[in-house]
């Protein structure tokens, strides 16, 4: 069985998808059409622009988005489907990905929501109170319960389960700074503060799901293909309102990345296939489900290599 799976921020570089687009036409009405949605030349600060501004969430979140979704339907010009995958998940932004190739929303409608997604979660936050910082050599359980005691009483999360060794955790910026140096006190190999504008994942971003509530409730979500595993359930999801529910809930909750790759591998999944930028989700993977196989899908070489 295979999984499809999409990348979420992080993944961005300039230039991404450009082979794509010019190899496959359906590629390139992709991004065609996020411009369009956009009512702006997305795709001319992805292929031209600077990392700067690509970064910014507002733009690396649909950006990422075209590019996974124009590698999705290269794959489609190629003979390969929705119909080839048991289920999909995406890492955060990437679940709308996923949801999208899916058919569970039109790809208009997801460009126009991680655009607003990305604007309300940096703008729930001023700059310099929030941050994140990655926890590596310890397992979840471990992170959530230093994140709680760093907490006090301001907010310290636990906002990624990336892998069994990865944790990311998110909240304001002085108990983060707490947070990690509890951990390199109880064994992490390392505590790394990322270099992103706000704090993802926690409960300091309820303003941007407040928001995220409102534009989804006006966005039609159909029942998608295959189940999408979700990120705040780990767990397979095809009802639309239930998609609505979690997207919103997934803004302050936690990526249960971890959990939903070992529920697909339990299920049967062997193979996993990232589409997009980057091979990010393909290392937590390898660390998760270690007979899995992975294949990154993100230029026209990837999709010729599959026929290899």
């Not at 397979?236 to 939903?260: F, H, K, N, Y």
Request: with cysteine.
């Amino acid at each position: 069985m295979r999984a499809f799976v999409f990348p979420g921020q992080g993944a961005q570089v300039v230039g991404m998808g450009r082979e794509l687009a010019e190899a496959y036409p359906a590629a390139r009405e992709v991004f065609a059409e996020v411009d369009e949605a956009l009512g702006e030349k997305l795709s001319d600060l992805v292929w031209n622009g600077d990392i700067e501004t690509l970064t910014l969430t507002q733009n690396a979140q649909p950006a990422l988005m075209a590019t996974s979704v124009a590698a999705f339907r290269a794959l489609e010009a190629e003979g390969y489907g929705i119909q080839d995958a048991a289920f999909v998940a995406g890492h955060s932004l990437g679940e709308y990905s996923a949801l999208c190739a899916a058919g569970a929303l039109s790809l208009a409608d997801t460009a126009r929501l991680l655009r607003l997604r990305g604007r309300a979660m940096q703008d729930a936050v001023p700059v310099g109170q929030g941050a994140m910082a990655a926890i590596l050599g310890l397992d979840f359980a471990a992170v959530d319960q230093i994140a709680r005691e760093a907490a006090g009483d301001e907010v310290c999360q636990a906002a990624n389960d990336n892998d069994p060794a990865q944790v990311v955790i998110s909240g304001n910026k002085a108990a983060v700074e707490r947070a990690a140096a509890i951990a390199k006190e109880r064994g992490a190999k390392r505590a790394l503060m990322l270099p992103v504008s706000a704090p993802f994942h926690s409960a300091l971003m309820e303003p941007a799901a407040a928001v995220m509530a409102e534009a989804l409730a006006r966005v039609e979500i159909t029942a998608p293909a295959v189940p999408v595993v979700a990120n705040v359930r780990a767990a397979p999801v095809t009802d639309p309102a239930m998609i609505c529910q979690l997207l919103v809930e997934q803004v302050t909750g936690s990526v249960r990345w971890r959990e939903s790759v070992a529920f697909m591998a339990g299920a049967g999944v062997t193979e996993f296939w990232e589409i997009g930028s980057g091979k990010a989700l393909s290392g937590m993977i390898k660390r998760i489900a270690k007979d899995a196989v992975t294949r990154n899908i993100g230029t026209p070489a990837d999709i010729a290599a599959l026929k290899g």
